[in-house]
């Protein structure tokens, strides 16, 4: 029986990432776009929308008016000029490139996966989810199309949910398990299949094979920035701090002006006890990234218990009747017992945790377990808001989740209730 049960917030697993930009399947430019060092914000979408049903996504095309060229040789230089425009972030040229290669060629694997990336970099998610599903049904053993295709579920669309979480790890593991690539670089795209694994572990809080992969992955290829990120992310969720610091240094030393990383070692640093060091990555991190960092909205210990009390005189009588026995504790951090009472242990940025068993059951003979009690993390949740108004309603959402969780129901029971 778990004694302890908690809402965990993706702050650092999911929430402090790197944007990653739509990986091109080129076979001669492998080598071109690999996921190394911090890679800058993808761009959104043009302002008309974010899938061609709300407005087409146009660009030009050089390639399309050499009429001196074969099919053959046409099809080659539309599917080079989309790589050089994704290169550059010109998704509409880049699509229009690799669209017009897949008229002329409509089971051309690298025409759809080119479609895809240009697709998913302009903020169409539904096409390019339905254009990577083209990719793969041509050929589901693909390594650098799983590879494109496990990154969008992961980390570029918009959507993002524990279902495309889970497809993005089955479609990288499928890539893994190919063995030796089909495409020269092999090395480097193992390297990526493993660190995508490792993120949508950490994602899905499994920070203990998260950290197996992100190892694969740094072993593999050494430049790979990302993967060394990513021990970092699977050291600090599981409370080995000193050696999450050497990760984040590390970053730091390829990559100086990395937000997530600066904002990571502060976490870290937190969590050690140096808080002097830790705000001066928080500023750092909000410096570098103020839209991603923004300032944490803290409020006092008893303007959250004022919340609190509201929220509790809103509930039913039965459910209000429920809680009358189970203390409501505000504090700044969670404690490490509680946070290593359940393996993998719980992140340090969780929101909030109920301790005991469920009302309703008792502890088996000999059992210890602790008293209830409800706990809510205040400066989790100040980092894990932008705004007042958000914040309020976070508390809300975390307190009722605590309560789901003494009412019996776990988290994929919550889930269902929308208490994630």
Not at 193 to 222: F, K
Not at 405 to 418: K, M, Q, S
């Amino acid at each position: 029986m778990k004694a302890f049960l908690a809402l965990a917030v993706a702050l650092a697993a999911c929430g402090e990432r790197r944007a990653s930009a739509p990986a091109a399947s080129r076979t001669d430019a492998a080598a071109e776009v690999p996921l190394v060092a911090a890679a800058e914000p993808r761009a959104k979408g043009p302002e008309t929308g974010h899938g061609l049903d709300e407005g087409p996504l146009l660009g030009t095309c050089t390639a399309a008016k050499r009429n001196e060229l074969t099919d053959d040789r046409r099809i080659d230089a539309l599917l080079d000029e989309a790589g050089r425009h994704l290169d550059g972030a010109a998704w509409g040229d880049a699509f229009t490139c690799a669209d017009m290669a897949a008229d002329l060629q409509p089971r051309s694997i690298e025409a759809h996966h080119l479609r895809a990336a240009a697709l998913a970099g302009a903020g169409h998610d539904g096409a390019a989810a339905t254009a990577y599903a083209i990719a793969l049904a041509l050929d589901p053993e693909d390594p650098e199309t799983l590879r494109a295709a496990a990154d969008f579920y992961i980390n570029v669309t918009k959507s993002k949910t524990k279902d495309t979480t889970a497809l993005g790890l089955e479609l990288a593991r499928r890539g893994s398990a190919r063995g030796r690539p089909r495409r020269r670089n092999q090395h480097e795209l193992r390297g990526q299949l493993a660190l995508l694994e490792a993120q949508a572990l950490n994602d899905l809080g499994h920070s203990d094979d998260a950290l197996e992969r992100a190892t694969e992955a740094v072993r593999l290829s050494a430049t790979l920035v990302d993967a060394v990120h990513e021990r970092g992310v699977a050291l600090f969720n599981l409370g080995r701090f000193a050696d999450a610091r050497t990760q984040f240094e590390r970053v730091l030393t390829a990559s100086p002006d990395d937000a997530y990383a600066h904002h990571l070692l502060g976490l870290t640093l937190e969590q050690t006890g140096a808080a002097e060091a830790a705000e001066a990555h928080f500023a750092r991190a909000r410096t570098l990234a103020p839209d991603e960092f923004p300032a944490p909205v803290v409020v006092t210990p008893a303007e959250m218990e004022a919340e609190i009390a509201a929220i509790l005189a809103r509930l039913p009588a039965d459910r209000a009747a429920r809680l009358r026995s189970v203390p409501i504790q505000v504090v700044d951090f969670p404690d490490p017992a509680d946070l290593g009472s359940v393996s993998p242990p719980f992140p340090p940025t969780i929101l909030g945790l109920y301790r005991g068993l469920p009302v309703g059951v008792d502890p088996l003979p000999g059992e210890e377990v602790p008293t209830r009690a409800i706990l809510l993390y205040r400066m989790n949740l100040a980092r894990a808001v932008r705004t007042r108004a958000e914040l309020t309603e976070q508390i809300e959402r975390t307190l009722l989740h605590e309560i789901g969780h003494l009412e019996g129901l776990d988290e994929d029971d919550l889930r269902r209730h929308d208490l994630e």
